[in-house]
């Protein structure tokens, strides 16, 4: 066998292990460990695989709730009752650091990723979402803009690339673009399938004598320690950390998806898991771990796609498109057939034992042999010490601005434009079950085996986060909730990927603990368990952390067809509604970034009691058939909510609006204010003194804005007015970001 | 000036089309192929072309440097 | 009377298509793996779209040498009825059992979106029926009439060479073109820069049709448009009658 | 047996990607590119391999005469 080298502190410290940690791994093994041990270990005990700086936050999410059938953590992901018998899992991944190297396979290998999570708990992947985080990509053609450009552009190439080719439709998520996240972009992918209770598949190596077998792509050099990496600084050596670049092949993938649930229908496996992060090492001892059982392997049985490989790079590489999975003896016959059939790779590579041990073998000798529960269960544990950071600027008198600019300016801002250029570049209705596309609050999806109908979003202001992290994170949460409200559906579960700077220091640490707990306290207002998610670490370019961004995944129900609603005005002459207050406040808010050129003030203050109240109120008007449309004030407030409401349909719609009675707040504030807990809604003319009665009798504040119609919008305010065509402004928010991206230079 | 890039996957890069397409001609009657790789060639017409600005362009424009190597022939 | 759906590595519209002819028109529809050897019992064959083989090489380059393929092109020679949609479309170009090619749309970018497309030929097999749709609006085949159907696509930019571009038109092979909203064949129309605005043809004998729009996914009011089952409603009632 | 496939776009089928290439040079500094088109490159390595095989598969595998014209090139 290959020399391996000797280990030395040096090569300790290379892959990240502290010496305390050394002395740890010491004492699991009663002795040193050798090189490949030493890269299992690195691994294990990476941030990524084991959460050893954000595991003590994660513990104060709601992980329980009535219809919770598998808890997060437990296994790849979480699972939730839908009725009749039918379960949704679903979860977000990231995968900043290699979308931030190579953008188009950095974020197909994150979107093959978390749908193996899918489909490893035996469901069937039904859709997508995607959320992203870019630097800005329009003004001057600088190094840096055309820099963001090329990632914006490779990120969505590669989401599209995986996600089309393997036929699950990317039918909803978000992007931002804001100088936070140059160099360091934020690529978190999320996917739900659906099952029976009776399907769902289990990660554990259960049975003592079962086979393991290795099924799926050949192991190659790819991403050798690519867990360690997503671990780290992207610093500027580590862009030249080629070996971490991973190539998808979405074709193999979906060949696996059908291989391995038609295994799994077949009752054949006793146990099933993905490989991801850290491959081989890790399927191998948490499945063990879980099982409370040990797992012995022959590396001379993986099948391998570049000869000479050591222990140590099979150990650790991280080729996609590989599953390991716990046969049930007797029935390996039934495996070699489905995988031949499919004509992927497979073969035996060990056998579960009672002892504990994760053993890895070449031939005849041990190479590595380690506790597999200490392993995977026993990394150190860190309580990173949180300082606050300073309050943030007030935002004192703002300048005038003319609202007639502002608006179209608004709308052109990339982080608030139509997102058609990217979303039309994903195939979004394969599966013939998108019933409400891209483009509106949240995405609705008919689910035809479960006969069920799901809206599902994501969504995070990390603008309010950087300026309140606890507050913005709840309002991510309210937010998503109340996006899902205005399409008609009751929310189920969350999914959160916490994406932060580098932990060691106190005021990134404080951030996501900050985060953390305002998610987890909205989660419980809202009644929605966390079903799982993910943690990104040491996003940080040499300018500094990324702005928190705590990004919120949530899916909800639909009760009948009937209920689903959308956004967009749907004729003239209707009575337009606002349910909520008109608010006020500004600090935060796009219309500030945008038009001021600052990030700064206190952002808006959620009220649960007021923000439940107005979607339990937007749900019934829905239910009881009254509402034609409804959009709630996110980005650009009130103005820009009735805009995208007039521009978002098939053809667009004007509205004369009047509001004259909200008093003389300033323009801004008026138009622009970002307070939360408001939704605008469309009702039949003959309909609106019902739909009034009602929400005020719900406890909403409600107020008649004015009319659907004509070839503007116009809004007036006592003296004020300020029209603007309706074309026009369909013009700036359709065209801009395609505009960015296919200017040339 | 006529140019010619050629830009190949890394050798260590996984060809995901190239294991397809070897598999598809073993199927083929070809048997005994051992190995496809799969590029791109470029055939470019300059006027007349400055040599080392190409060199950029095929690292910059041409190929991704991350997963591909690049070979580039001028005839005058 | 029963209908197959060719199953390739990498289909991924198989599900729609077989939804939409068994629980949409209660046809009696069987999936049929690619290294089966025959479709001889069939009345009606359907390649569906998605990316058989990964679109490796060329799309549908691969697929068309499935062994399935030897029999659907002797059905097809036979004067069976087959239907190939988006990726089937590319794998019937393939093959030659439709002239012409597809190839990487003219922005370079992947296209999903509704388009309109307009029925050129309403005396084909597969574009002739009247269907009612949910509320009981009549949707009846007519030249000039215009169907709401999304593509997606990266490769629907048809091309040929000038001479058969002449022979099909003279044949009336040319079922759809891409259309403005009023039905006009503008460049502004064409998502893809496909030749003459071409979105669906047929084989010389008229037994062969490819398309790059996705009837399935159009037969459903709560998906937007029910426009997709006047293409199903044709093909089944055609093979129906070859059937007896 | 070493073989090497070049697929080229013919002449009279227009080739998008050659032309989006072809601006991106003009804007990156070679404002003098008349025309790129680009095709494929096809590594092939087989045990011993019959060339005439090797013919027939480039016409009807590797290649699509509708659109395409192929090159084979072997080295023994
Ligand atoms: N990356 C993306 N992929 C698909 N759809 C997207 C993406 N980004 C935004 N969208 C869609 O665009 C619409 C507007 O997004 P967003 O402005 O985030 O809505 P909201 O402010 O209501 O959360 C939504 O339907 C969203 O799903
Ligand atoms: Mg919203």
Redesign the pocket.
């Known amino acids: 066998m290959t020399q391996e080298p000797a280990i030395t502190p040096e090569l300790i410290a290379k892959h990240g292990i502290t010496p305390e940690e050394y002395e740890r791994i010491c004492s699991i093994l009663g002795r040193d460990p050798n090189f490949t041990e030493l890269g299992i270990f690195s691994v294990m005990w990476s941030e990524h695989c084991s959460y050893k700086n954000s595991k003590p936050e994660l513990r104060k999410f709601p992980t329980t709730g009535p219809g919770v059938l598998v808890k997060a953590g437990e296994e790849n992901a979480g699972v939730i009752d839908i009725g009749d018998g039918w379960a949704i899992a679903f979860k977000m991944e990231s995968h900043n650091h290699p979308s931030a190297i190579e953008p188009f396979q950095g974020a197909a290998t994150g979107v093959g990723g978390i749908i193996r999570d899918i489909f490893t708990m035996g469901a069937r992947p039904v859709f997508s979402l995607?959320s992203?985080r870019f630097g800005p990509i329009t003004g001057n053609g600088s190094a840096a803009v055309a820099n963001n450009r090329r990632l914006f552009a490779g990120v969505v190439e590669g989401i599209a690339h995986y996600g089309n080719c393997i036929g699950i439709p990317?039918i909803?998520?978000?992007?931002y673009f804001d100088e936070s996240y140059e160099g360091n972009p934020l690529v978190n992918v999320f996917c739900l399938g659906v099952l029976r209770h009776e399907e769902i598949a289990r990660g554990g190596a259960v049975g003592v004598g079962n086979p393991v077998f290795y099924v799926g792509a050949e192991t190659g050099r790819d991403g050798l320690a690519g867990a360690a990496f997503a671990s780290r600084d992207l610093t500027e050596e580590s862009k030249q950390d080629r070996p971490a670049v991973q190539v998808g092949d979405p074709f193999r993938e979906k060949l696996l998806l059908e291989a391995c649930l038609e295994l799994l229908a077949s009752g054949a496996v006793a146990g099933i898991q993905d490989m991801g992060a850290a491959g081989l090492t890790c399927s191998t001892c948490e499945t063990a771990s879980r099982a409370g059982t040990g797992v012995e392997i022959d590396l001379n049985k993986v099948p391998k796609r570049e000869p000479d490989m050591t222990p140590y790079e099979i150990m650790l590489s991280e080729s996609q498109e590989r599953m390991l999975i716990i046969v049930t003896r007797g029935r390996e016959q039934i495996v070699r057939d489905i995988f031949e059939k499919w004509d992927l790779p497979y073969a035996e590579v060990g056998v579960v034992k009672d002892d504990g041990m994760m053993r890895v073998c070449v031939g005849g000798d041990v190479v590595a042999q380690i506790p597999a529960h200490k392993l995977a269960e026993d990394a150190p544990i860190y309580h990173r010490e949180a300082s606050a950071r300073p309050a943030p600027e007030p935002l004192g008198t703002l300048p005038e601005a003319d609202p007639l600019a502002a608006l179209p300016a608004l709308l052109a801002h990339p982080s608030?434009a139509s997102?058609n250029w990217?979303?039309r570049q994903?195939d979004h209705m394969v599966r013939a079950g998108t019933c409400v596309l891209?483009?509106?609050?949240a995405?609705v999806f008919l689910v035809r085996e479960a006969d069920k109908i799901l809206a599902a979003?994501s969504?995070c202001n990390a603008l309010y986060c950087a300026l309140d992290p606890r507050e913005g994170a709840k309002i991510a949460v309210a937010?998503a909730a109340r996006?899902l409200a205005c399409s008609g559906a009751r929310p189920l579960a969350v999914t959160d990927n916490l994406n932060f700077g580098n932990p060691y220091k106190p005021e990134n640490f404080w951030q996501l603990r900050e985060c953390v707990e305002g998610l987890a306290e909205a989660c419980r207002e809202f009644g929605t368990p966390v079903t799982g998610g993910n943690v990104s670490l040491y996003n940080q370019s040499p300018a500094g952390a990324v702005d928190p961004t705590p990004t919120v995944g949530m899916v909800g129900i639909i009760h009948s067809p009937a209920h689903i609603t959308t956004q967009a005005f749907k004729g003239a002459g209707d009575a337009i509604l606002l349910l909520g207050d008109i608010g006020g406040e500004m600090g935060g808010s796009h219309y500030v970034k945008v038009i001021h050129g600052r990030k700064a003030g206190t952002p808006p203050r959620l009220d649960y009691a007021k923000e439940k109240r107005v979607q339990e109120a937007v749900r019934s008007l829905i239910r009881m058939g009254l509402v034609r449309s409804a959009h709630?004030c996110?980005?650009g407030g009130l103005a820009v909510a009735l805009a995208e409401s007039c521009i978002s349909g098939a053809e667009a719609i004007g509205a004369e609006i009047d509001l004259t009675r909200f008093g003389n707040l300033p323009d801004g504030e008026l138009l622009f204010n970002e307070s939360q807990s408001r939704i605008v809604i469309s009702v039949r003319r003959e309909n609106a003194a019902a739909a009034l009665a009602l929400a005020e009798w719900q406890g909403v504040p409600t107020h008649r804005l004015g009319f659907t119609g004509g070839k503007h919008l116009r809004i007036k305010s006592g003296e004020r007015e300020w029209p603007w065509l309706v074309s026009d402004l369909h013009a700036a928010w359709w065209n801009s970001i395609g505009e960015a991206m296919e200017a040339n230079g | 000036m006529k140019a010619k890039v050629t830009v190949m996957p890394k050798k260590s890069v996984l060809d995901p089309q190239g294991v397809a397409v070897r598999d598809a001609m073993r199927h083929h009657g070809l048997p005994d192929v051992r190995a496809v790789r799969i590029g791109k060639v470029m055939e470019i017409e300059l006027e007349h072309g400055d040599e080392a600005r190409l060199h950029e362009i095929c690292r910059d424009l041409l190929s991704n440097p991350v997963i591909e190597d690049y070979e580039l022939q001028v005839e005058r | 009377m029963k209908a197959a759906v060719i199953r390739f590595p990498g289909s991924n519209c198989d599900q729609d298509c077989y939804h939409v002819l068994k629980n949409g028109f209660g046809l009696d529809t069987e999936y049929v793996w690619h290294k089966e050897g025959s479709v001889e019992q069939f009345d009606m064959i359907v390649l569906p779209g998605g990316f058989s083989y990964g679109d490796y090489l060329r799309c549908g380059a691969i697929a068309r040498y499935s062994p399935v393929m030897r029999s659907v092109a002797a059905e097809a020679e036979r004067g069976k009825l087959v239907l190939g949609i988006c990726n089937g479309f590319q794998i019937l170009c393939e093959a030659r059992l439709l002239p012409g090619a597809l190839i990487r749309n003219r922005s370079l970018h992947f296209i999903c979106e509704h388009v309109h497309t307009r029925l050129e030929n309403m005396e084909t097999a597969f574009s002739h029926a009247e269907v009612t749709k949910s509320g009981g609006k009549l949707l009846t085949a007519r030249t000039g009439l215009l169907l709401h159907m999304p593509i997606a696509h990266g490769e629907g930019n048809y091309t040929a060479d000038a001479e058969t571009l002449r022979e099909i038109n003279r044949n009336k092979q040319v079922v759809l073109r891409y259309a403005d909203d009023h039905g006009a064949i503008t460049g502004g129309a064409n998502p893809n820069g496909s030749a003459e605005n071409i979105a669906g043809i047929t084989n010389r004998a008229g037994n062969v049709f490819g398309l790059m729009p996705h009837p399935e996914r159009a037969c459903d009011p709560l998906l937007g448009s029910e426009d997709g089952k006047l293409i199903f409603q044709s093909v089944i009632e055609s093979a129906k009658k070859a059937a007896k």
């Open positions: 995607n992203l990317t909803g998520g978000e992007v608030i997102k990217v979303y994903y891209p483009g509106s609050d995405a979003t969504d937010e996006n709630d996110s980005e």
